[in-house]
């Protein structure tokens, strides 16, 4: 397994550095120049040269390409030309907002999935089965906002028991922290467990068929047991490749959300930096995610192996 | 040989229902298994034979307890059918976890009905005994060979020391050359185990190598049963004739080949 891990990690870093040269590219040839957009439409060109200068466009590309990896590689994330904040400190900043948004998300719809998918799955031809099914039908339907809304017109409004939004940042209140994403998580989590269900239903579905269950069950092991012993482990790929495909897709996809829990998250960050047409802020958001995704990829690619010894033995 | 049989299946009938054509249709049934009555003792080798559909297998399943028959009775009498009834099916590739060792595969028998055995031993044992190296126990199944799986099969269904064997199809997955050594294996086995044996085949001719006695299945029912020898000499029913005839000889004859 080590010479197949370093390989991945070879990979890894060639994948990161196309992107990171698409993403480069395409942020600085999108017609408008920063510095005229910082300025506005009034800008003498003295002042448009000055601040070009200033922000190092007057530089070739390959230079500033340069400069920004290599500045990422030290951890310098370079400074917002709209905010004048160091973009770095930012992102780490609105990170310990949504990584533990994005997990604590993953944990509640894996709660809710497991159970559940697995109950369907056994149950797939009875009625109890087939109202999971529907439920978890009904639960991808839903928007997550609308489930967010939901949930604090329930907890918030009604119960009074956690905040409707806001945030409170853990250096000040670890528990108040906890409470302010309480609800998010569990908007996320619902909606994401709902589709999770369904793809841990029918991979229960398909390994039931499968004859080392009857194998299991001759031995005298009941329905449960041959599943818990010989059908989640067969039934894990699918689910785990799903998972990680949420997992990346929650880091940012959590915007909506972030939104109506009035969060200060990654997902809001991004937003925002588009709409203020915050280059760098930008620029630095989506290598970021990019090497993310790639990052979660590659760790649920190497978990096959663990889970599977024949893809192990290559 | 004492008065009551180790297995007494008496009027066994199984029935499973089809899944409907249609939302409105009702939902038909199919018996797999009718009114069946058959005696094993111990160490018995019975034979099934019919061909595909005709109940071999479901009534195997009623035998291992799988299921429960819907209508008869299946007297066992010795002391813990769970432990001393063992299977090994047609297809091993299939049959074995993919995500288990050999080990693993072999002695969870063991663990699931709690036996308290040394577990090293017994597995080195198991090993010798269906002729698989002791290097095997670390691996896994797919990276051994059809008819070593198959000795892996049977090692697992023989670690909780059976009395009965049963073995559906046991070779029919394999390739031609490997299926007589399974075949020798099971009959060793059998003789230095005092297994009783019951053995499912589409194929009279693997039957009669192993087993004393042999019943005739066909669309559930068991038509006819007899000692080996007779049935292959003074068969009695039509069907069973049919079976013979089915038998492919080495003589060759020319005959007219059925236009389609």
């Known amino acids: ?314 | 040989m004492s008065s009551s049989p180790l297995f007494e299946v008496r009027g066994v009938t199984k029935r499973y229902r089809l899944p409907r054509t249609s939302v409105f249709a009702r939902r038909r049934e199919i018996v797999a298994v009718s009114r069946v009555d058959l005696d094993l003792n111990d160490s018995d080798s019975l034979g099934l034979v019919g061909d595909s559909g005709a109940g071999k297998s479901t009534l195997l399943r009623l035998l291992l307890g799988l299921e429960p028959p819907d209508e008869g009775s299946i007297r066992y009498q010795g002391e813990w059918r769970r432990r001393e009834v063992q299977i090994v099916f047609q297809d091993p590739t299939r049959a074995l976890d993919p995500r288990m060792t050999v080990a693993e595969i072999v002695l969870e028998p063991l663990r699931v009905l709690r036996l308290r055995e040394p577990m090293s031993t017994r597995l080195s044992e198991l090993l010798d005994a269906v002729g698989l190296p002791r290097a095997a126990a670390d691996r896994y199944p797919h990276e051994f060979s059809g008819g070593q799986r198959q000795r892996i099969a049977i090692a697992r269904a023989l670690a909780p020391r059976p009395r009965v064997l049963l073995a559906d199809e046991p070779v029919s997955a394999l390739d031609v050359s490997v299926r007589a050594q399974i075949l020798n294996l099971l009959h060793d086995l059998r003789d230095l185990y005092g297994l009783a044996l019951v053995l499912v085949s589409h194929d009279l001719s693997v039957v009669r190598h192993l087993c004393d006695r042999i019943a005739v299945m066909h669309r559930g029912e068991v038509v006819e049963q007899q000692q080996t020898q007779s049935l292959f000499t003074a068969p009695t029913h039509p069907y069973t004739v049919r079976l013979l005839e089915a038998i492919p000889r080495l003589r060759w004859r020319p005959s007219p080949r059925p236009s389609e």
């Open chain 1, 1 to 314: 397994m080590g010479p197949l891990i370093l390989s991945r990690a070879a990979g890894l870093v060639v994948a990161l550095v196309a992107a990171s040269v698409l993403i480069f590219v395409v942020v600085n040839v999108l017609p408008g120049d920063p510095a005229s957009v910082i300025l506005g439409t009034a800008a003498t060109p003295g002042a448009l040269a000055q601040l070009r200068q200033q922000l190092g466009l007057d530089q070739p590309a390959w230079v500033r390409y340069l400069e920004w990896v290599g500045g990422m590689l030290h951890g310098d994330f370079g400074i917002s030309p709209i905010s004048r904040i160091p973009v770095g400190p930012e992102i780490l900043q609105k990170l310990t907002v949504s990584a533990p948004l994005a997990l604590g998300g993953t944990l509640v719809a894996l709660v809710v999935a497991i159970p559940l998918g697995a109950l369907a799955g056994i149950r797939h031809r009875r009625p109890s089965g087939v109202v999971i099914s529907a439920l978890s039908l009904g639960g991808m339907a839903v928007p997550a906002f609308w489930a967010g809304l939901l949930l604090i017109s329930l907890f918030a409004v009604r119960l009074q028991l956690v905040p409707s939004g806001g945030f409170v940042p853990w250096s000040q209140d670890p528990l108040g922290s906890l409470t302010s994403l309480a609800l998010p998580c569990l908007a996320l989590g619902l909606v994401q467990g709902a589709v999770l269900t369904r793809y841990v239903r029918s991979a229960v579905i398909d390994v039931q068929r499968q004859d080392f269950m009857r194998t299991a069950r001759a031995q005298g092991l009941s329905r449960w047991q041959a599943l818990v012993r010989h059908g989640f482990r067969n039934a894990a790929i699918p689910v785990v490749t799903v998972l990680g495909i949420q997992l990346t897709s929650l880091i940012v996809g959590a915007v909506v959300i972030e939104n109506v829990f009035d969060l200060p998250g990654l997902g809001l960050l991004l937003f925002q930096a588009v709409g203020n047409r915050d280059l760098v802020t930008v620029q630095d958001l989506v290598m970021l995610l990019t090497a993310a995704v790639l990052v979660v990829n590659l760790v649920v690619d190497l978990s096959y192996r663990l889970l599977d010894p024949r893809i192990r033995a290559r």
